[in-house]
Each structure stands twice: as C-alpha cells, then as structure tokens.
C-alpha cells in the first residue's frame, strides 16, 4: 500500500550536519504522519521525529530538540530531516516511517533505513 524510499546520512565529525529524506510511494492519501525512527547498536528503535500529513504538526525526541528539523517541501509525500550539531551519539541507523488509516485500522510502513555515522 505505502512504499518509503530514503536517501542521504553518511559520515560525518561531531559538530556537523547532514540530512536525510524520505519519499512515500503507493497510496499515500491513507497516511496521517510521517517520520524518523532510529536504532543504534544494542539499544532499542526510537522516535526522532514525526510531522503530521495535514497540519504539519510535528514533535521531535528531547535529545533532538534545537538541533534537528522536519519538513516537507512542495509535495506531501516527501520529508526531510536536517540535523545540525551532530553528536557521536546521534550514530544510529535512521529509519522512515509511514503510519496511516486502512480500513479503519492503524498502519505502519518502514523504510530499509540509511547510516549515519558521527565521528569524534
């Protein structure tokens, strides 16, 4: 129903920036929200941010806040995220998500993720 293709993240030195975006495929009138996850190593999936398809609304992880930035530019079905002042703990693999309505139930679609690296 919903296909997420990313694109950027890389290496980059502390105190750096990249960003990276995420364009949905498929139907995408059924999503309500897109965003980013990630996973670093041993430790567990989380929210970065996420940007509301309808009024833009978005909400970013505390660790994250100030630094990284979410938003589209003209079309709905692409999103991007900015991070600035990149930390080495930002080092994680950084997924899209997709969540919508299908049938009245709530879905959820990934992307295949992309690396990003912050050396010290």
């Known amino acids: 129903q919903v296909q997420l293709a990313e694109s950027g993240g890389g290496l980059v030195q502390a105190g750096g920036s990249l960003s990276v975006s995420c364009t949905a495929s498929?139907?995408?009138?059924?999503?309500?929200?897109m965003g980013w996850y990630r996973q670093a190593p041993g430790k567990q999936r989380e929210l970065v941010a996420v940007?509301?398809?309808?009024?833009?609304?978005?909400n970013y992880a505390d660790s994250v806040k100030g630094r990284f930035t979410i938003y589209r530019l003209g079309a709905k079905n692409t999103v991007y995220l900015q991070m600035n002042n990149l930390q080495p703990e930002d080092t994680a693999v950084y997924l899209c998500?997709?969540?919508?309505?299908?049938?009245?139930?709530?879905?959820?679609?990934w992307g295949q993720g992309t690396q990003v690296t912050v050396s010290s």
């Open positions: 940007i509301a398809s309808d009024t833009s609304r978005t």
């Open positions: 498929g139907i995408i009138s059924i999503i309500n929200t």
């Open positions: 998500n997709a969540m919508g309505t299908v049938a009245g139930d709530t879905r959820g679609w």
